[in-house]
């Protein structure tokens, strides 16, 4: 049975021919299905995250599913920095690294459309003012979003972050649906969303505006930077 319904593929097959540009990849690091079960291998919504992905993918000719299966292919996951699945990296026209660890379900498929147009297009909605402060971060900068699919302030977050990672080569941002990893909900003391934690050094919970957020991942990186040149005067 379908994940779209037939007026939402109608819909999105629509928006991609209005809005998407050049062709995208998407890849996803999942777990085959087989016979057999591994222990600590179990991924209860690589199913889901599978088929929503061939749903989504088959509504245009620009963008291209790639599937790995993690266990088989761990190098390839390695080389990607993926460490849980289901895991999502989409690639175009953006510069840094956008993620979604989890399913994309509930509010973040809207996240997902939109950032398959941006990639698609290699343009954001984010001020002239945060470009020109992300093309000169001084360090590498990794956002993680820590999201739930019935979070209605999530998504803005994690457009946010994501946008940023498609202006910036510096910046990588993962979105994470944190109710699928009950250890990094422990981990990161995680007990509200949205919650974001840069380098992990500096985490706030809520959402922030646009100007705020870029002003907090400039500073980190740059806080970053200082301890080297110090130690290279």
């Known amino acids: 049975m379908p994940i779209l319904s037939p007026a939402d593929q109608e819909y999105l097959r629509q928006v991609f021919v209005e809005r998407l540009r050049d062709p995208i990849t998407i890849q996803l690091f999942t777990q085959r299905v ?138 990588t941002a993962d979105v994470i649906e944190v109710s699928e990893f009950p250890h990094i909900a422990q981990r990161y003391r995680i007990f509200a969303v949205p919650k974001v934690v840069i380098n992990e050094s500096l985490e706030f919970e809520g959402a922030r505006p646009e100007a705020a957020f870029v002003a907090m991942v400039e500073s980190v990186a740059r806080a970053q930077a200082e301890p080297e040149q110090d130690s290279s005067a």
């Open 34 to 171: 087989t016979q057999i079960s591994i222990p600590g291998y179990e991924c209860a919504t690589c199913r889901e995250t599978n088929q929503l992905l061939e749903e989504v993918a088959a509504l245009s000719e620009k963008i291209t599913l790639e599937m790995y299966d993690l266990l088989q292919e761990g190098a390839k996951g390695r080389e990607a920095g993926v460490e849980e699945i289901p895991a999502i990296i989409l690639k175009g026209h953006n510069k840094g690294t956008l993620r979604f660890i989890g399913v994309p379900a509930g509010y973040e498929f809207a996240t997902l459309i939109e950032d398959i147009i941006d990639v698609s297009r290699g343009t954001t909605e984010l001020s002239p003012l945060s470009r020109e402060t992300l093309a000169k971060l001084a360090q590498p900068v990794h956002i993680k979003v820590f999201v739930t699919p019935t979070c209605p302030y999530c998504p803005g977050v994690a457009r946010l972050a994501h946008m940023m990672a498609i202006e910036s080569e510096k910046v």
